[in-house]
């Protein structure tokens, strides 16, 4: 062969190497409600690195942040339409694709970290297969912290809680159900309107991560938290059931391990915001409560009473779901 054709047929196996890798290519668009630029959103970049590195370049991650995709609720919706491939949801959004997730947000059903761990372990498989008949594949589960009351006025007992209008996200229609059940003044009000909200005395409460509460400035005109965890912070990180197919199988145990040092990356960086934020806001005057056994035992009661209005045939978290991991944790619990 001589020298000429040498390079021709050379030539032609760059071509041919190219344009194979550019026909292959794989472009995932993911969208996000972290703020560009955030500690979560340079986390969700280095991922998208990864996931690229892993796949030689034929898996390329684009990630919208900062609510460009839309609320949670819009992000699902384009997700079934193929709009969009894949979201970081709270799991408000994860509710919307499979309803009785919800019961892991159920206020003081589960009520310390190990029980967290212990129920994520018990139901993530079962919820995996819910999500996969829904067209959708959960990468990974997170966690983000714990739920606090917030008011302007010292709410240690539910008696104190009906004194104050509770701002509720209207996102959560069953969730204001059972507060309204429970003779709670509900202002169905969203987060980026809940300062304005407080300025305006409109409401007088709300439920918050600390860091949250700190970010956004809410403690201002809400001095008062109690300590009580009202509910886990949940989420994850999904995708269509399209999008994962499109993405070759040999990639995906990396992909998904990817996920998990994200997770447990977020993990970390929320719990330090989480304990930031309440450093600082006890630096400027916020009052940490101190209820009573009693008073937390009152919060537990009530509001188990008001889970028929959420649980049940029609409703949203299914009888079988509810019994079965309240049976388990309540024998966590004796077995400790």
């Not at 384009?78 to 509710?95: E, F, H, Y």
């Not at 999500?131 to 006025?153: A, P, Y």
């Not at 934020?277 to 101190?290: A, C, I, P, T």
């Amino acid at each position: 062969m001589n020298v000429k054709l040498k390079k021709i047929l050379s030539f032609l196996l760059v071509l041919l190497f190219v344009s194979t890798t550019s026909l292959s290519a794989l472009t995932i668009k993911m969208g996000s409600l972290f703020p560009e630029g955030s500690s979560w959103d340079k986390t969700l970049k280095k991922m998208a690195r990864e996931w690229k590195d892993i796949s030689g370049g034929r898996v390329t991650l684009k990630i919208y942040p900062g609510g460009i995709a839309g609320t949670e609720g819009d992000m699902v919706r384009k997700m079934r339409i193929g709009q969009l491939d894949a979201a970081v949801m709270t799991n408000m959004g994860m509710t919307e694709i499979v309803s009785d997730c919800l019961v892991l947000s159920l206020p003081f059903l589960v009520q310390t970290e190990e029980e967290l761990d212990f129920v994520m372990e018990e139901l993530v498989p079962s919820f995996n297969k819910d999500f996969q008949e829904k067209g959708f594949e959960v990468m990974v589960w997170s966690k983000s912290g714990w739920v606090n009351f917030f008011s302007n006025t010292e709410v240690n007992t539910p008696d104190d809680l009906r004194k104050t209008r509770v701002a509720v996200s209207p996102d959560s229609p069953e969730m204001m159900d059972a507060f309204k059940a429970l003779d709670f003044k509900v202002i169905p009000l969203g987060m980026n309107d809940t300062l304005m909200g407080l300025q305006s005395g409109m409401i007088d409460s709300f439920y918050s991560i600390p860091m949250a509460a700190a970010a956004y400035q809410w403690f201002a005109f809400a001095k008062n938290m109690n300590p009580m965890p009202m509910a886990p912070v949940i989420g994850g990180i999904v995708l269509s059931e399209r999008a994962w197919r499109k993405i070759p199988a040999r990639y995906h145990d990396d992909f998904k391990a990817a996920m998990e040092e994200v997770a447990h990356e977020f993990f970390i960086e929320t719990d330090k915001l989480n304990q930031e934020g309440l450093r600082v806001m006890k630096e400027h005057d916020l009052k940490v409560l101190s209820p009573s056994a009693e008073d937390m035992q009152a919060w537990r009661d009530l509001f188990k009473d008001g889970y028929p209005m959420i649980v049940g045939p029609g409703k949203g978290i299914s009888d079988e779901v509810y019994n079965n991991i309240h049976s388990k944790i309540e024998a966590f619990r004796k077995a400790r």
